[in-house]
């Protein structure tokens, strides 16, 4: 792949690829988009260069921090688990009409999924469905991780499950899936803080990592819809990789013309 935009070529050989590896990002989403700022780059600290020695002069920390971007929480919200008669798990929210979410719309925000779906019988997981899709032409996996370079003085009571796949060929909508360990605290929820990381790592992995908006051209709307639902038939999603890249159009990231999320690249 070249740096040419008319290159319509997804290849794995270092050889080929640009020096940049070039990642989009979208909203797939019908409504309230204004909700749902763009992902940045982890930027943790301000650099110290008054000693060389300084732990944010290092190139191992350097190089780890160069491929993280952080999505930012929507909302604010506090959540509760709760227990029906019945002893189903649900979740509530305890600011009830002080909120700044409805009610009404609380449930089409988050999901518990079924207690033979944990990972353990003493830990529900709620699950939130976003609009955020990343998506690239040449080969890239993207990891999903919890914000672990933000210091929340109100730890999560529980852990977020993280994941990973290729941008590639499976440009799917991410969850936000949280494993709650204990159900006697509230998770808060601050909009604009980071709420889950992603981590891209190219074919070759010394390459830097640009993130642009995208658009949902017909060719990416149309091949995603190869994907849609395939969990509710085959437990194992992996499997169909080779059928996704068999039936990928030429090119999906079509980038918009409002900018890349940080044009710097960093150079160790």
């Not at 006697?184 to 993130?211: D, M, Q």
């Amino acid at each position: 792949m070249s740096d040419d935009p008319s290159t319509d070529l997804v290849t794995t050989d270092p050889a080929a690829l640009p020096r940049i590896a070039d990642v989009g990002w979208l909203l797939d989403s019908g409504e309230a988009q204004f909700l749902w700022d763009a992902p940045r780059r982890v930027r943790t600290f301000e650099r110290n260069r008054d000693h060389a020695k300084a732990v944010n002069n290092c190139p191992a920390y350097l190089d780890y921090e160069s491929r993280l971007f952080e999505v930012p929480c929507p909302i604010d919200l506090r959540l509760r688990i709760q227990k029906d008669a019945q002893g189903r798990v649900g979740i509530m929210n305890p600011d009830g009409d002080k909120s700044g979410v409805r009610m009404s719309h609380l449930n089409k925000l988050f999901v518990v999924s079924p207690p033979n779906e944990w990972r353990h019988p003493n830990r529900p997981i709620v699950q939130f469905v976003t609009p955020y899709v990343f998506v690239a032409d040449e080969a890239v996996w993207v990891t999903q991780l919890p914000p672990v370079q933000h210091f929340n003085p109100a730890p999560w009571p529980g852990l977020l499950i993280g994941g990973r796949f290729p941008t590639h060929i499976w440009p799917r909508t991410m969850m936000w899936a949280f494993e709650w360990w204990d159900m006697g605290r509230e998770l808060v929820l601050k909009r604009g803080e980071p709420w889950f990381y992603v981590n891209f790592e190219p074919a070759e992995p010394s390459r830097p990592v640009r993130l642009s908006e995208a658009e949902l051209t017909p060719e990416l709307a149309e091949y995603r819809k190869g994907m849609s639902g395939v969990t509710n038939y085959v437990n194992q999603t992996y499997a169909l990789f080779r059928i996704a890249e068999e039936r990928r159009p030429p090119r999906l990231f079509k980038p918009r013309q409002r900018g890349a999320v940080d044009d710097r690249i960093d150079e160790n």
